[in-house]
DNA sequence: CAATCGTCCTGCGGGC
DNA sequence: TGCCCGCAGGACGATT
């Protein structure tokens, strides 16, 4: 399910795709992501956005196939599909893009993300659970279902612990998992859980790296104790519950 | 006001 | 073997 890191790889590589190229007679000026959102900047201040939610792919210069819901070509010959298996995903054209890109909280690879400031963020959270917290595109923006899993685990957290129960140390060790989880994924170019490929087809590496996504009743990489799934709010959460107490 | 619930959609896996 | 049922899952709107 593309998450930032999966959004960020189809950004860079599309980046050096069609940028300067022509969309309609109508120059790409650049791509861009916000959170989980594909933006592509056009030269009349128009920019085409993609969705991907769950089964969202973007093809560079591939064929259409069962579950092509649009095709866009460019002037060059080339084209961008975009498919979706089960249609949540979403695409369109808006007029004032900064308008949908202030609804969501900080982009947490960036340098203005400082543990100073996630520290704040939370103290205005207390009585939130954490995973749901961290999934939530307005209190921070681009971690999904897989990424909040790694992050906590990395961190030793249990994804039920309330925001008011955790230590100013607890809260560092999350920030840093933040960083350093979703740097890893990028450099990895993205799991490829489900229907998730990048726009030459490929299939990201970080699924290897994962510890407790998608692995239930297996061994903690740490303590070997048996991975748990719990719901939390109707979504799947994984984690040991050994190394991450409540 | 904030947390939770139902909804969208369809492939897939489990059970018989 | 094949059918049927129910689950998964991001984000939004409605509800409590």
New binding site residues.
Partial sequence: ?P?LPEVETIRRELAKEIVGKKLDGIKIIGVRRR???LIIDLINGQSLLF?L???GQLLFNSQPG??TRAVFCFNDGTNLIFND????GWWKKVKNVSQIEK?FGPEPLEDDFTSEKFQQMLA??K???IK??L?D??FIAGI???YSDEILFKAGIHPLRRVVSLKFNEIEQIFGAIKIVLKTAVKQRGSS??DYLDIYGKKGDYGKFHQVY?RENQACPKCGEKIKRI?I????AHFCPKCQKL
């Fill in positions: 399910m998450e959170a989980k959102i969705h939610k769950l089964t069962k579950y298996k089960i249609k949540f609804q205005r959270r009585n939130a659970k749901p917290l999934m595109q307005k999904g279902n897989i859980i489900r998608h719901k709010g109707g979504r799947s």
